[in-house]
């Protein structure tokens, strides 16, 4: 039961892998998504239509900056940009992750041994 | 006169030219404030063409739960677009046929309404809320300026109309009844205002609906209630009690529709925007400001009208006055002749108050101590009448309409002079008055000890104050 493991552990880390990927400069949606999925060697796969409501609302709160122009490789697209909000948000976010990470791996180390 | 003339239509473009302008610079303002995205339009969708297009049919039903302004809707729609092209293109790359990834990048996105309705809830931050609130404050003062200056220019327009085709009913031999004839032009300086502050309060709400619809990202009619209501109650508060002014019925019924104006303008076709207007008619407004000082002082002067003052009036008998409606003059035997009381009254504009005063005069003349005077007298007053109009030809005197004084004020002695303070400014539609002094004699009958004197008083307060006050 993988699929559906990932999907309650990925719940509510959206925001904070949406914002550690913007962190190394502007990309847009579809971009994201994919870049998301490389850096974690496709372990994370953010569902597509979470995606959205999260950098509207990332957006909506000021973490980011979203303006259209033109892409590399075709037609106008909506890039989004972290602001200092959004940096102050993901330190935040991955501290909090850290503790949990840590202690969710002391807890069930023994399990997978 | 072809002076007069040629700067009356100048007067009555350059006002066109500057109300369009102020809509048009409005308008640019406002679209500085929206959000938009600067080219995305639903036009970017893929697969445009087919019979049934499911990539259009998914943005349609995801779109429907978005309760957003049109600008967010469309950059909402292009941007899902865009994902979806580039998630077809993918996986037609990794050999799936155009109909199976089509399918597959539109079950990715999930459920087209709840999408939408994730999107909309992530649009609704309460920060774009106090951003939009505060914008809104902001937008509405700039609009209540601006539609004060386009309602002040619009009212003249009017006006200056209304008085062309009064020259021309009068040329064609028909004139029309004066209304503003017993204000002193009074009337008309203060309708200008109010109805220039209507036209401020439509256009105030209205700016402040659609800066913060665009800011706080809702659409403007969600948020119209809220500023019907604020708009309602604020200029409704202020119609009441904060224009001070000459007031009458007229007046005060402009001033109520100041809060109907800015209701009005929260509900009448806000979804709609201002209409645009190029730079040309922006420059035609600015050259308005220049034209309507000169055309206003060219009609002005060719329209100087001669008023006779009640001072020229021919000469007339006592009993024009009618003051016997007051009371009968006091028997010599106890008031003699050589004894004249003389009234005269002054305006003490910091009170509102009309102070009347009464003396003894002798032959020569000279002011006498009135005291002795008044041994035979008791319950000395100053009664106030309604009088005649002052400014119509005739002496004034007593209005024989009324049979009794609308204000009474005991006379108290200051020094050589009898006094009272009446409030005429706080009495609703006191309009001409003649202030009579009388008083009970030793016959237990009251009778007038002068003939007293009259003049005109315009309210002068509050719509509230007028409403309330005594007639």
Not at chain 1, 83 to 107: D, I, P, Q, V, Y
Not at chain 2, 357 to 372: N, V
Request: aromatic share 8%.
């Amino acid at each position: 039961m993988p699929g559906p493991i990932r999907g309650q552990l990925l719940k509510g880390t959206t925001t904070l892998l949406v914002l550690t990927v913007l962190r190394d400069g502007e990309l847009y949606g579809y971009e994201i998504a994919l870049r998301i999925r490389e850096r974690s060697g496709g372990a994370f796969a953010p569902s597509e239509g979470a995606l959205y409501p999260a950098l509207h609302a990332l957006e909506a709160n000021g973490a980011l900056q979203a303006s259209w122009r033109e892409s590399d490789r075709g037609p106008r697209r909506r890039y989004y940009k972290i602001t200092k909000t959004g940096l102050g948000m993901l330190e935040a976010h991955a501290e909090e992750w850290a503790t949990f990470s840590m202690g969710m791996a002391r807890a069930v180390g023994g399990a997978t041994k | 006169m072809i002076f007069a003339t040629v700067y009356a239509i100048a007067l009555l473009c350059g006002t066109i030219a500057l109300v369009i302008g102020v809509v048009a610079l409005m308008r640019r303002t406002e679209r500085r404030l929206g959000p938009g995205p600067g080219g995305p339009s639903a036009s970017t969708t893929p697969g445009a063409g087919a019979a049934i297009d499911p990539i259009a049919a998914y943005l349609d039903r995801m779109s429907g739960e978005l309760a957003l302004p049109a600008a967010d809707v469309a950059e909402v729609r292009a941007e899902l677009a865009d994902h979806l092209a580039d998630s077809i293109a993918s996986l037609e790359a990794e050999g799936l046929d155009r109909d199976s990834a089509t399918r597959e990048a539109l079950g990715r996105l999930g459920p087209p309404a709840e999408l939408g309705r994730q999107i909309h809830a992530a649009h609704q931050s309460t920060r774009r809320l106090l951003a939009g609130a505060g914008g809104g404050v902001f937008a509405a003062g700039g609009g209540f300026v601006l539609g004060y200056i386009a309602g002040g220019f619009m009212v003249s327009a009017v006006i200056i109309g209304l008085a062309a085709v009064s020259g021309v009913l009068m040329l064609l031999g028909l004139h029309l009844p004066n209304l503003l004839s017993d204000t002193r032009g009074l009337g008309g300086n203060a309708m200008i205002t109010v109805l220039a502050t209507a036209i401020a309060a439509y256009a105030a709400t209205r700016y402040a609906i659609r800066t913060s619809a665009s800011v706080s990202h809702r659409t403007p009619r969600t948020i119209a209630v809220v500023w019907a209501v604020i708009g309602g109650l604020g200029f409704g508060l202020w119609a009441l009690f904060g224009l001070h002014g000459y007031q009458t019925w007229y007046i005060v019924a402009a001033e109520l529709l100041i809060p109907m104006a800015a209701v009005a303008g929260a509900f009448w076709r806000v979804e709609r925007g201002l209409p645009q207007a190029g730079r040309a008619v922006l420059a035609a407004g600015l050259v308005a400001f220049i034209v309507l000082p000169l055309g206003l002082f060219a009609v002005a002067g060719g329209a100087s009208v001669t008023v006779s003052s009640p001072g020229e009036a021919t000469s007339f008998q006592m009993s024009d006055l009618h003051l016997d409606t007051v009371a009968p003059m006091a028997p010599t035997k106890w008031l003699p002749e050589q004894d004249v009381i003389s009234g005269d009254f002054a305006v003490d504009y910091a009170a509102d108050l009309t102070v009347v005063t009464a003396s003894r005069f002798s032959a020569e003349p000279a002011t006498l101590p009135i005291q002795p005077l008044l041994a035979n007298w008791r319950d000395i007053r100053f009664e106030a009448w309604h009088a005649m109009s002052i400014d119509l030809p005739g002496p004034g005197g007593i209005d024989t309409h009324y049979t009794s004084p609308f204000a009474v004020q005991p006379a108290t002695l200051h020094g050589d002079s009898l006094a009272a303070s009446f409030p005429f400014q706080k009495y609703r539609d006191a309009g001409s008055w003649w202030v009579v002094l009388t008083a009970v004699g030793p016959d237990g009958r009251r009778y007038r000890l002068d003939i007293g004197g009259g003049d005109y008083t315009s309210f002068s307060g509050t719509a509230w104050e007028w409403l309330t006050a005594p007639q």
